[in-house]
């Protein structure tokens, strides 16, 4: 099938870390990102990861990849109440134009 | 720099009214262009993409119909509104298999 997974809800005390997860469904995808969304607003593209690399760190986001699995999750350090919002990932797949995007996760930190 | 712009931000109709959503893209050319649908608490439905002026791919068959009148305007539409049509409409560009950017999104109750 196209779904691609992850979990609804995610809560957290502020200054610990998130990690979000997602499990895509094509070997063959080329591209995987992780998009913000804050409330009533678009989604932000925060990073992303090409299918040939395990790990791309960028500050406090940590992206890691798991080809074998199809599992990719995002790792965001001393989590603030800022980053309180909605996180998406999304794959991208050879030969078409679409994205191909999860569920979302609704993370929420907690002062 | 390039910036993406819909309109209106907010939309009440009542059912059987016509719809129609603008979204324009500053900045870049030969941009392919999406529309979304994010129903509330739920992930993103891609509903058509434009990889050119005139060239319209549908994913989901319903009562909306896209048109791409110009390189960069984008016009999601309908002839009568349902209740299913309520939710937060979500334009984007990508220049080829880059990433998407996406616009402010437009909040639509069909009433």
């Known amino acids: 099938g196209e779904d691609v997974e992850q979990s609804l809800f995610l809560s957290v005390r502020e200054g610990d870390s998130s990690v979000i997860n997602c499990t895509y469904t094509d070997s063959s995808s080329t591209y995987l990102y992780w998009y913000k969304q804050e409330p009533g607003a678009g989604l932000q593209l925060l990073t992303y990861?090409?299918?040939?690399?395990d790990m791309k760190q960028d500050q406090r986001l940590t992206v890691l990849l798991n080809k074998k699995d199809k599992h990719l999750s995002l790792r965001i350090a001393d989590t603030q109440t800022g980053d309180s919002a909605i996180y998406f990932c999304a794959e991208t797949r050879p030969g078409t134009y679409k994205y191909i995007f999860g569920t979302g996760t609704r993370l929420k930190v907690l002062a | 720099s390039q910036t993406i712009h819909q309109w209106p931000a907010t939309l009440v109709q009542p059912v059987g009214s016509p719809l129609s959503l603008e979204c324009t893209v500053e900045g870049t050319s030969n941009p392919n262009l999406y529309w979304y649908r994010q129903a509330a608490g739920r992930g993103l439905q891609l509903l058509f993409y434009?990889?050119?002026?005139?060239?319209i791919s549908s994913e989901v068959p319903q009562n909306l119909s896209a048109s791409r009148p110009q390189d960069r305007q984008f016009i999601l539409s309908s002839k009568k509104l349902l209740l299913s049509d309520s939710g937060f409409y979500l334009c984007?560009?990508?220049?080829?298999?880059?990433?998407?950017?996406f616009g402010p999104g437009t909040r639509l109750t069909v009433l």
């Open positions: 984007a560009w990508s220049v080829r298999y880059n990433e998407q950017f």
């Open positions: 990861i090409f299918s040939n690399m």
């Open positions: 434009s990889v050119g002026i005139g060239q």
